[in-house]
């Protein structure tokens, strides 16, 4: 690993990693932690996420485009860490090599609207209880057109989407019927 050359470059994503917890007894699920940073040294960043998974004991739902955090889990033994890849998610391709254990969704639109979607129902539900000012000015501000410049909301959709694979709902496409 090492530094991470790209903080040098304009317009650079952010390290971004949400934690929510989920719905418990009475407890209303909530966003309890938020890190966002881009340090010179990548390692930093991942260091910190690695310390607040271990001490909310929770696991990342990570868009399995980010190789160098998985390996960084890796090397440290703690792959337990990271969640698989939901059912819906995996293709027809990957289906057939079911001996390797997929982490992470694909970055693709369908995944990202929908990530969106779960976004929008727990605001609908839940939007009191966000307390981080940053949060609520990303999701005031956010359009799909720059959706990279987001990464507070590219971090909740995979907090969404790994509470939902949690809970063993699986998505599916709205039926059409028609009315003879």
Not at 23 to 34: I, L, M, Q, S, T
Not at 46 to 54: D, G, N, R, S, V
Not at 105 to 112: L, N
């Amino acid at each position: 690993m090492g530094t991470d050359n790209s903080a040098e470059e304009n317009d650079v994503s952010d390290f971004c990693i949400v934690i929510k917890r989920r719905v418990f007894g009475d407890k209303e699920p909530k966003y309890v932690a938020v890190y966002k940073d881009r340090p010179r040294d990548i390692r930093i960043a991942y260091m910190i996420a690695l310390k607040l998974l271990t001490w909310y004991n929770c696991q990342a739902m990570l868009e399995f485009t980010k190789i160098t955090f998985q390996q960084f889990l890796v090397e440290r033994k703690k792959e337990n860490l990271l969640m698989s890849r939901p059912e819906y998610a995996v293709s027809v391709r990957s289906k057939k090599k079911q001996n390797k254990r997929l982490i992470g969704v694909p970055g693709t639109e369908s995944v990202i609207k929908h990530g969106l979607e779960l976004i929008s129902g727990f605001l609908a539900d839940y939007y009191y209880t966000i307390d981080f000012p940053e949060m609520l000015e990303e999701l005031l501000k956010y359009t799909y057109e720059n959706k990279r410049k987001f990464d507070m909301i590219a971090a909740m959709q995979m907090a969404e989407i790994g509470d939902e694979a949690l809970t063993g709902v699986t998505p599916s496409k709205p039926t059409v019927t028609k009315n003879n």
